[in-house]
């Protein structure tokens, strides 16, 4: 199975963990190449979210398998700004902590591709959960939503980083507690996620902690 894999390093590593046989990778880590895309059986897109004018690279491709990183704007809304679209639109969880997971979290434009990705994925030798087309996915929203409110308790002097990740762990048998997932996970992307969803729901569960706001800010101004 030929792939095509765009992302960072870090992405890469993930998915030589995740998929790491019967398959023949391609790996870049930007837009700056140049490759017939019809000789992938499928394309795994980490950045997209990120840069969604992207996608017109490969909108018009008769029947060509994209999965794009999803947490942070759906399909619907990709697609929405496209003139037409002939490929096979799928999302996934991309981010960092999130794919090298035994079940890959997907969720597809149109619901007539789920057969195909049913096939996809047996040919990726991963267990898949099919999900709502919807800004966050599903495991994002949850674990993005407890570290928003940890960041809320830390920001009213409750309990220390270190307490309120020890204190989580032993409570909910989590592997991190939440200031260490979100510096694993990259609080840009927990920011940026949390924005995605709170401009999508307007539920106030998704309103960004102040203080998880000033850490961002002071993260990207570094």
């Not at 017109?56 to 704007?73: C, M, Q, R, T, W």
Request: glycine share 6%.
């Amino acid at each position: 199975m030929n792939v095509l894999v765009i992302g960072t390093e870090q992405n890469v590593e993930e998915f030589k963990l995740k998929f790491n046989t019967g398959l023949n990778c391609r790996f870049e880590t930007d837009y700056d190449f140049e490759e017939d895309l019809t000789l992938f059986d499928c394309i795994f897109d980490f950045f997209i979210g990120d840069n969604p004018e992207q996608f017109e690279i490969f909108s018009a491709y008769d029947g060509l398998n994209l999965f794009v990183n999803a947490p942070k704007i759906s399909l619907a809304e990709l697609a929405y700004y496209q003139e037409e679209i002939n490929c096979n639109l799928f999302g996934f969880n991309g981010l960092p902590t999130f794919l090298n997971r035994s079940i890959l979290e997907v969720s597809v434009l149109n619901h007539k591709d789920q057969p195909k990705l049913e096939a996809l994925c047996k040919s990726l030798n991963t267990d898949f959960e099919l999900i709502e087309d919807r800004v966050g996915m599903v495991t994002p929203r949850i674990i993005f939503m407890i570290i928003n409110e940890a960041f809320y308790t830390l920001q009213e002097g409750t309990a220390s980083k270190e307490a309120i990740d020890t204190g989580m762990k032993l409570g909910t048998n989590y592997p991190f507690g939440p200031f260490e997932w979100c510096d694993k996970i990259g609080i840009n992307n927990v920011y940026e996620t949390l924005e995605a969803l709170f401009e999508d729901t307007k539920e106030e569960r998704y309103k960004i902690c102040p203080l998880l706001r000033k850490e961002y800010l002071n993260r990207v101004a570094q």
